[in-house]
T-cell receptor, first 111, second 114 residues
Framework: RKEVEQDPGPFNVPEGATVAFNCTYSNSASQSFFWYRQDCRKEPKLLMS???SGNEDGRFTAQLNRASQYISLLIRDSKLSDSATYLCVVNAPSNTGKLIFGQGTTLQVKP | EPEVTQTPSHQVTQMGQEVILRCVPISNHLYFYWYRQILGQKVEFLVS????????KSEIFDDQFSVERPDGSNFTLKIRSTKLEDSAMYFC????????????FGPGTRLTVL
């Protein structure tokens, strides 16, 4: 089983749509979870951390289900500028802070 | 806002040559990382560095790779004898402390090995 698994997509949605991405992780000892955004040939940029209680930042909502080892990201009212690859990222349960990345889910928002 | 910088942005080299990729982490950060991303693939951890020594390295980080923090500001990744399969984007990242989760990534160096 892959350490962090995501549906690569692509997800093609119209502007204004709501879209959801899912991710599973294999190591139950992982403690920190993130969604990063990556534009083509650019560095990953932190979108939001993910907490068990769920968290929201504007149009973005992230959820974590530790029992199912499942992470989600919901984007409401999609904008053209949301087009990117969304990376599900988990910290490895070591004391070095290394991050384990999923393959990413590609979102294309169309006018 | 402080940011991680990397040079060069693109490096082209011949197979078998040595390359040094340079990073300047954010100034008060203490933990440093190198990741790489082969075109079309996921971002992969290479090495973590703290207190002037490697704290963890991946299977990818073999004897051909080394890291150094020579002067308290630069953080370098050296590949001694490049192979075609080393062609990738190399990202440097840093964070402030052990208890901090957020890593800040540099813009990357695209390495092309011919």
């Amino acid at each position: 089983r892959k350490e962090v698994e995501q549906d690569p997509g692509p997800f093609n949605v119209p502007e204004g749509a709501t879209v959801a991405f899912n991710c599973t992780y294999s190591n139950s000892a992982s403690q920190s979870f993130f969604w990063y955004r990556q534009d083509c040939r650019k560095e990953p940029k932190l979108l939001m951390s993910v907490y068990s209680s769920g968290n929201e930042d504007g149009r973005f909502t992230a959820q974590l289900n530790r029992a199912s080892q499942y992470i989600s990201l919901l984007i409401r009212d999609s904008k053209l500028s949301d087009s990117a690859t969304y990376l599900c990222v988990v910290n490895a349960p070591s004391n070095t802070g290394k991050l384990i990345f999923g393959q990413g889910t590609t979102l294309q928002v169309k006018p | 806002e402080p940011e991680v910088t990397q040079t060069p942005s693109h490096q082209v080299t011949q197979m078998g040559q040595e390359v040094i990729l340079r990073c300047v982490p954010i100034s008060n950060h203490l933990y440093f990382y190198w990741y790489r991303q082969i075109l079309g693939q996921k971002v992969e951890f290479l090495v973590s560095f703290y207190n002037n020594e490697i704290s963890e390295k991946s299977e990818i980080f073999d004897d051909q790779f080394s890291v150094e923090r020579p002067d308290g500001s630069n953080f370098t990744l050296k590949i001694r004898s490049t192979k075609l399969e080393d062609s990738a984007m190399y990202f440097c990242a840093s964070k402030t402390s052990y208890s901090t989760d957020t890593q800040y990534f540099g813009p990357g160096t695209r390495l092309t090995v011919l």
